[in-house]
């Protein structure tokens, strides 16, 4: 197991944008705004060919005293006190604090071996602050603007010092599969992240809007590398207002494009409104492969009249996805949650397959001669050959004597007989045609 670094400290000193620095891209939300971070981060860097965990943690010491505050930083000191090497991250602008005084304090009777580092400090009288830092007691600060990219090397000299890892890069790691969970907020997103890695990973509560990173776990299911990934809740885009969901909303966004299988979590008791369509709809057009996935199923008192009602919704509203693309759970007591994800690799190997040329050639003659194409100008369209050009989702080209003059409606029919002799049951397929004739036939 790779050695856990964990960045800690009061908040908005910059242990985000020091986690994106040494990350290599930016992965956590970065704000001026104090206490964004709530969840802990944890991803895999490489330091000088050695691998490491680095942890991004809530801001902790703060005066709040709420519940959720004492949650986030009850959270954080958990994960601190789990670490290999805590970098204490200060901010050099605001100068040594009664706070870092007294985390500082924490961190030495808890015995974790530590390392002050002095953000911050790409101005000359920022670098000469750095000595009062002396008195929290971790040996000689090091300064550091994460920022502005100075410092940086100094400090990887510092971690692979302090603790050398044994594990070695390897370019040929299995890629995981990208799992991401969205919805609207308080659909039960973080607690159906938890009951699946059966652990309380994520902080959740009846607080909507608790998520704000899109943040990722890495699990196994049944021997696939899973990397799961819970999403801050998405409401529609003009009742965002306020600007820490402003971010959390376009993070949410970016995390639909770069995933592989995306859930769709609707509250079963809310029932499904237009924000659920929309988001389903972006998901498609993105090309991930979609599972819809109604929450809190065991709340539902009249089960027949309720599946009436999502099948009549998405027979209408949905129709490229199939009633298998549609499941029922509860994240609270894991009901269902073990057929969703046999769905998810059904889901993922459909979204990755490849069917070869001859089989696909051989097929759009039967279907040509099952239904030909409707004529153009008193001609008929020529469909003269098909090839597979990608995955993720299967993409086919289709070469035609008139790409131009073949409906929507005939290509929803190829479509659908594509499904039916390859087994394309849950992914989604894209059809584009291209004029051209068959590059085999002289």
Same mark, same amino acid.
């Given at each position: ?46 330091? !000088? ?20 505050s004492q949650s986030v930083e009850d959270n954080a000191l958990k994960v601190i006190k789990d670490s290999d ?72 000299? !510092? ?12 370019? &040929? ?123 809190? *199923? ?62 696909? &050639? ?43 003059? *073949?409906?929507?409606?005939?290509? !929803? ?11 394309? &049951? ?17």
């Amino acid at each position: 197991m790779a050695p856990r670094i964990v960045l800690a400290g009061r908040p908005n000193v910059g242990k985000s944008t020091l986690f994106n620095r040494l990350y290599g891209r930016k992965k956590a939300l970065v704000s001026d705004i104090s206490g964004l971070t709530r969840d802990f981060r944890e991803e895999i860097i490489i330091l !000088k060919d050695q691998e490491f965990s680095l942890i991004d943690t809530a801001g902790v010491y703060e005066s709040a005293s709420d519940s959720l505050s004492q949650s986030v930083e009850d959270n954080a000191l958990k994960v601190i006190k789990d670490s290999d090497l805590c970098l204490f991250v200060v901010d050099a602008k605001s100068g040594l604090t009664t706070k870092d005084i007294e985390f500082a304090d924490y961190l030495r009777k808890s015995g974790i071996l530590t390392r002050t580092i002095v953000n911050k400090c790409e101005r000359g009288a920022s670098k000469l602050s750095i000595y009062e830092f002396f008195e929290l007691g971790f040996g000689e600060p090091l300064a550091i603007s994460a920022e502005h990219n100075i410092g940086i090397s100094s400090l990887i000299d !510092k971690i692979v010092e302090a603790i050398p890892s044994n594990q070695v890069n390897e370019d &040929n790691v299995e890629d995981a599969i990208n799992l991401a969970i969205i919805g609207k907020p308080n659909v039960g997103k973080s607690t159906l992240l938890n009951s699946l890695i059966g652990q309380d990973r994520m902080l959740t509560g009846d607080i909507a809007g608790i998520t704000r990173d899109s943040i990722s776990t890495d699990w196994e299911w049944s021997g696939k590398k899973i990397r799961l990934i819970d999403t801050a809740g998405l409401r529609r885009k003009s009742r965002v207002s306020q600007d820490t969901e402003r971010l959390a909303y376009f993070d949410s966004i970016k995390t639909i494009k770069y995933s592989d299988i995306v859930i769709l979590l609707i509250d079963a008791i809310d029932f499904i409104d237009k924000q659920d369509l929309r988001l389903a709809d972006q998901v498609l057009t993105e090309g991930r492969g979609l599972l819809i996935v109604l929450n809190k *199923i065991d709340l539902v008192k009249d089960r027949k009249q309720f599946d009436d009602e999502v099948g009549k919704i998405f027979t209408t509203n949905l129709i490229q996805l199939d009633k298998k693309n549609i499941l029922k759970v509860s994240s609270l007591n894991g009901r269902g949650t073990k057929e969703m994800m046999e769905r998810v690799i059904l889901l993922y190997d459909e979204w990755m397959k490849r069917t070869t040329t001859a089989k696909l &050639n051989t097929w759009l003659n039967e279907a040509v001669q099952k239904h030909q194409p409707p004529a153009r100008a008193g001609r008929r369209v020529k469909l003269r050959y098909i090839t597979q050009a990608s995955v993720k989702p299967p993409t086919f080209i289709i070469f035609s004597s008139a790409p131009d003059s *073949i409906p929507s409606s005939y290509r !929803k029919y190829l479509i659908n007989e594509l499904r039916n002799a390859f087994g394309y &049951n849950l992914s989604p397929l894209r059809i584009h045609f291209r004029r051209g004739d068959n590059p085999y036939v002289n």
